[in-house]
Antibody, heavy 114, light 110 residues
């Protein structure tokens, strides 16, 4: 059974940093593209970032380019999202998703507020 | 990044049929198709249909997906109360090199 478990969310002040993690199990992690998708309270889904199976390429939504970094550690079956220079508008539930959005974690909540 | 177009809301009677649409362009929906996701309030999204319109084995046969050109559709027959949820489509945009999402359709079962 595929399992994705996010962690690392919390309350942070504007300009601060957080590192989200996603622990994967139940599949060959190193064979799949992985993504982060977020959802602001009461809003729709917004794609944030994607990393290829070998980590050779990464892709980002324009609003986080230069601030967020997606990475992976295949030895630990883990996906990460380093978030710097956080803004109030980054407040969202952050989900990790496998491959072509086929499997999703439960999410971790990030709140940016002073 | 431009998104996919979905109607904000659809309302149908119990046991009727609902068809949800998702319109993109030749770089996304028309390129490799769209996935469909269902989200109940307070829960994470759940896959209903792969990009090739195939349904995961655990998804009800009442749901079917299709694509015609740059528009993807999700049809739900015999609507049940548990079908009331938000439905999203998403596709990889080969030109933007990004995943794009629709704004979501809230399905209400009357």
């Amino acid at each position: 059974e595929v399992q994705l478990v996010e962690s690392g969310g919390g309350l942070v002040q504007p300009g601060g940093s957080l590192r989200l993690s996603c622990a994967a199990s139940g599949f060959t992690f190193s064979s799949y593209w992985m993504s982060w998708v977020r959802q602001a309270p009461g809003k729709g889904l917004e794609w944030v970032a994607t990393i290829k199976e070998d980590g050779s390429e990464t892709f980002y939504v324009d609003s986080v380019k230069g601030r967020f970094t997606i990475s992976r550690d295949d030895a630990k079956n883990s996906l990460y999202l380093q978030m710097n220079s956080l803004r109030v508008e980054d407040t969202s539930m952050y989900y990790c998703a496998r491959d072509t959005m086929t499997d999703w974690g439960q999410g971790t909540l990030v709140a940016v507020s002073s | 990044q431009a998104g996919l177009t979905q109607p904000p809301s659809v309302s149908k009677d119990l046991r009727q049929t609902a068809t949800l649409t998702c319109t993109g362009n030749g770089n996304n929906v028309g390129y490799q198709g769209a996935v469909w996701l269902q989200q109940h309030q307070g829960h994470p999204p759940k896959l209903l249909s792969y990009r090739n319109s195939n349904r995961p084995s655990w998804i009800s046969e009442r749901l079917s997906a299709s694509r015609s050109g740059n528009t993807a559709s999700l049809t739900i027959t015999g609507l049940q109360p548990e079908d009331e949820a938000d439905y999203y489509c998403s596709a990889w945009d080969a030109s933007l090199r990004a995943w794009v999402f629709g704004g979501g359709t809230r399905l209400t079962v009357l």
